[in-house]
């Protein structure tokens, strides 16, 4: 898989057998998670308007989310992160 299609797949919000797909091709070592998250905290004022009802996820427990991919051991992980 080139990095390109990569990125498409992740872009996608990729199902679960697309990620399996791409962990499986990943050379030793490398690793690939993915955050979903729903509206961000710090945006609210700007776009509370075009997502009503929708709760927004706290910049802090988003953060906390991206550090458990880059820090952790995890692969071919969805981390929906939902408020």
Do not use: K
Not at 70 to 77: C, I, Q
Request: proline share 8%; hydrophobic share 40%; net charge negative.
């Amino acid at each position: 898989m080139t990095v390109a299609a990569l990125h498409q797949a992740v872009a996608r919000h990729p199902a679960d057998p697309e990620l399996e797909q791409v962990v499986g091709q990943l050379p030793r070592g490398m690793r690939i998670n993915v955050v979903s998250p729903t509206m961000v905290g710090d945006s609210l004022d700007a776009f509370a308007e075009h997502f009503p009802g929708m709760r927004p996820v706290p910049m802090d427990e988003l953060v906390g989310h991206y550090l458990r991919c880059v820090e952790g051991d995890d692969t071919g992980r969805i981390i929906l992160a939902y408020g």
